[in-house]
């Protein structure tokens, strides 16, 4: 696309945020549509894990690697400076059938060129004192990080220099002659050259996904500080229960609590989370959190000194396929969508942004993102005509 283009960005999430930022760097003007207040959505309700030892076997796996250098890339480079750090990812098994799927975990991460340090009990407790007795067998991903989502968006937004309209509902995408040319919002229509639908949960209804995206809601605990501004120990605690729901959604239908233990930079802990699937409610619930805290105290026993100060809940977009969407629409030329992340937003995000604006642009993927395809879902994806006189609630703030 020439020099100078207008692109209409749905969404002012991470995905949305971080391709406005590329989109400007490559000369392009850019209008960034966001239907709430800043960071309404999942962006801003997020652990910031960016770690590849969390991730699926296969295709998510080498993406999130992907991801995670590209983190490193920009932080270097200075766009992200100060918002992003390395630190290790401890994974742990409390039972039998944890340590089954830890081991078989960490060969796939070996397998796929992920550095991996196999613990002994004795190991972890020396990375971290006064460990509580019911971990049996554990492992280190030391190169993962750590971003905190609302503060890379407002970095990439500030870096885009765009145009930022809050409250802006989208209700439908206009199509005229096959092509995307803007898109009817409450406060009128707004022009483009293309269209980049990055807009969470609100994709559904401007892209016909309706059947195809689902809610997925987390619940998160954070604690008052053990100490200031130093964190307790050097990276997360993330259970094998964590590891068994990305690789079998199953299993958090059974269990919906995939305990993560995250000393923060400031001194306090993050402790999380449930995946609620099918519930897009941003309520916490007694059951949960109580049942959260318990296994919490049981595997790191000073967490029941700390004081919690603030319970939250956000709401994941999820694919009925687990994978995210990325790509143009079917049938409509201009028309691209980036969304279905879930958990893996933030580690995914800014990577996502830069392939979200090159597609957007015409242009080609860096590597091979097939698997993401909107393609794979061609006849269950509303045509281009259709979603156009669909009319909806208007999109989501949150990518």
Do not use: W
């Not at 070996?110 to 492992?139: C, F, H, K, W, Y």
Request: hydrophobic content about 45%; some cysteine.
């Amino acid at each position: 696309m020439k020099s100078g283009a207008h692109i209409v960005v749905v969404g002012a999430g991470i995905v949305g945020a971080s391709a406005a930022c590329f989109l400007r760097q490559a000369g392009h003007q850019v209008t960034v549509l966001d239907a709430d207040t800043p960071m309404a959505g999942a962006s801003g309700a997020s652990d910031g894990s960016v770690s590849v030892g969390s991730k699926k076997p296969g295709f998510m796996m080498d993406v999130a690697q992907r991801a995670r250098d590209f983190y490193v890339e920009l932080e270097r480079d200075g766009v992200l400076a100060g918002l992003f750090h390395q630190r290790p990812t401890f994974l742990f098994a409390r039972d039998e059938r944890e340590a089954e799927v830890l081991s078989l975990h960490a060969t796939d991460l070996i397998d796929a060129g992920v550095r991996v340090d196999r613990l002994g009990v004795d190991e972890l407790a020396s990375r971290i004192p006064r460990l509580g007795g019911s971990i049996v067998s554990a492992v280190s991903v030391p190169d993962d990080g750590h971003a905190i989502g609302y503060r890379i968006v407002d970095r990439m937004l500030r870096l885009a220099d765009a145009r930022v309209i809050r409250r802006a509902a989208v209700n439908k995408v206009r199509i005229e002659r096959g092509r995307a040319v803007g898109v009817e919002t409450d406060i009128g229509f707004i022009g483009g050259d293309a269209v980049l639908i990055a807009a969470g949960l609100g994709s559904k209804h401007l892209m016909g996904l309706g059947e195809i995206l689902r809610a997925r809601k987390g619940q998160i605990v954070i604690t008052d500080r053990a100490a200031e501004n130093q964190p307790a120990f050097d990276g997360p605690l993330m259970s094998a229960a964590y590891l068994a729901a990305k690789r079998d959604v199953s299993a958090s239908r059974r269990d919906p609590i995939s305990l993560v233990i995250d000393p923060l930079l400031t001194g306090q802990f993050l402790l999380g989370g449930t995946r609620e699937d099918g519930i897009g409610d941003r309520e916490t619930t007694v059951n949960h959190i109580s049942a959260m805290l318990k296994q919490a105290v049981m595997v790191y026993p000073p967490l029941a000194q700390r004081r919690v100060i603030r319970t939250f809940a956000g709401v994941r977009t999820a694919s009925v396929d687990g994978m995210p969407i990325v790509g143009a629409h079917p049938d409509a030329d201009g028309l691209t969508i980036a969304t279905g992340f879930e958990g893996d937003g933030i580690c995914l995000g800014p990577l996502m942004g830069r392939i979200a604006a090159a597609l957007a642009l015409g242009e080609a993927s860096p590597f091979n993102i097939s698997p993401m395809s909107p393609a794979r879902f061609a006849n269950r994806i509303q045509r281009a005509d259709d979603v156009d006189a669909a009319g909806s609630s208007g999109a989501s703030a949150g990518a």
